[in-house]
């Protein structure tokens, strides 16, 4: 087993261990991968490796033949651990807990973490000690998402603050929040919510429920439940609303007592009416087979189709156009007819358009979720 030692403060009284140090984070698989994992999970999953530093003293397992992996060490101070996150207080003073009972060999206290990326909790304890000239003055998106997840387990987001601030401009330089369904967009919901950005956060959930094609992945990071179900039912109830608001123009137009505004606007008869509700209930049911919206009706959580694909299609719905002959001049063989211009495309166009203004997809509120 190899040790990798860093010494944060050469006054330590705290050693972290961390072990099996993460080789993959926040993986984006292909979207029959991600299915197939979420079908293959039970609800009595494997304990997070990270919630074992909480736990009181455990008994040994009975495996003798496990391999040694390598570890990192971190050699800290108690004192700045405990003043700048709660997690850290708790740990070293409960009574009967692991953390908060010193090593008889050398005096130090023991505690363990697994699954952090070593980097970037390298970071994290460099900032905690105050030790600026060891803090990288620039971060990548993945690495502030990978600071987020461990400040978020330790509970000291806000010890970070002024640095999230540095590193911020940078990394919106190089990545901005995208307006594509994809594992940026994923990362920069995490990266706003963990560090208090309101403006990111509503941003990039608004992509994710007008772009996700799919239930919307966490990609195994700590967003929680309540943000991500949020983004689901918001992106659910504006498909839903559009795909009822299009049948129930199909059921007006079916509807033997339709009359169409240009019968209300230039009294034409109910014979023109007719003609009129058959060729849009037509034009109507065509596309919306075509769209594979008309039976069966599709159904939440609406796998493969985003809400900003649903009204691009309806959005590009044309009108028929025909016309009512009124004349007809058998010896020139000509006819004056009357142009019908009742809308189907203009119709669907105010279902789309009305959606787009729902609350629903306007991306969630950071200040009212936190």
């Not at 800290?76 to 409960?94: N, Y």
């Amino acid at each position: 087993m190899t040790i990798v030692v860093h010494e944060i403060d050469p006054r330590a009284d705290v050693i972290m261990v961390l072990k099996n140090q993460a080789t993959e984070f926040a993986v984006w698989k292909t979207q029959q991968a991600a299915h197939a994992d979420e079908s293959s999970n039970t609800a009595d999953g494997p304990q997070s490796t990270a919630d074992l530093a909480t736990n009181p003293v455990a008994t040994e397992d009975d495996t003798t033949d496990s391999v040694e992996e390598d570890e990192v060490h971190y050699r800290v101070s108690s004192h700045h651990l405990m003043l700048a996150s709660p997690w850290f207080e708790r740990a070293l003073t409960r009574k009967g807990w692991t953390e908060s009972t010193r090593d008889k060999t050398d005096g130090l206290y023991y505690i363990s973490a697994e699954d952090w990326d070593a980097e970037a909790f390298l970071v994290l304890m460099n900032i905690l000690h105050l030790r600026s000239a060891k803090i990288p003055r620039t971060v990548t998106l993945d690495m502030l998402a990978k600071i987020g997840v461990i400040v978020d387990y330790y509970e000291c987001a806000a010890v970070i603050e002024i640095w999230v601030e540095r590193w911020l401009p940078k990394v919106k330089e190089e990545v901005t929040v995208p307006g594509v369904y994809c594992r940026d967009l994923i990362l920069w919901i995490w990266v706003s919510w963990v560090f208090e950005l309101p403006a990111q956060f509503k941003e990039a959930t608004q992509v994710a429920i007008r772009e996700s094609d799919e239930t919307i992945r966490t990609l195994e990071l700590p967003i929680p439940t309540m943000i991500s179900s949020m983004i689901d039912n918001n992106r659910s109830t504006a498909m839903e609303f559009i795909i009822n608001q299009l049948h129930a123009l199909l059921d007006t137009y079916r509807n033997v007592d339709y009359m169409c505004d240009r019968r209300l606007t230039r009294g034409s008869d109910s014979q023109t009416a007719a003609q009129c509700a058959s060729m849009l209930s037509g034009a109507l049911t065509r596309n919306l087979h075509h769209f594979g919206l008309l039976s069966p009706r599709p159904e939440v959580p609406f796998v493969g189709q985003s809400y900003y694909s649903l009204v691009e299609k309806i959005m590009g719905v044309d009108t028929p156009k025909w016309a009512r002959i009124i004349e007809y001049d058998s010896y020139m063989d000509s006819s004056v007819c009357d142009v019908h211009h009742c809308a189907l495309g203009e119709a669907i166009s105010r279902i789309g358009w009305n959606s787009k203004i729902d609350g629903n997809v306007q991306g969630l509120e950071w200040e009212v979720l936190h």
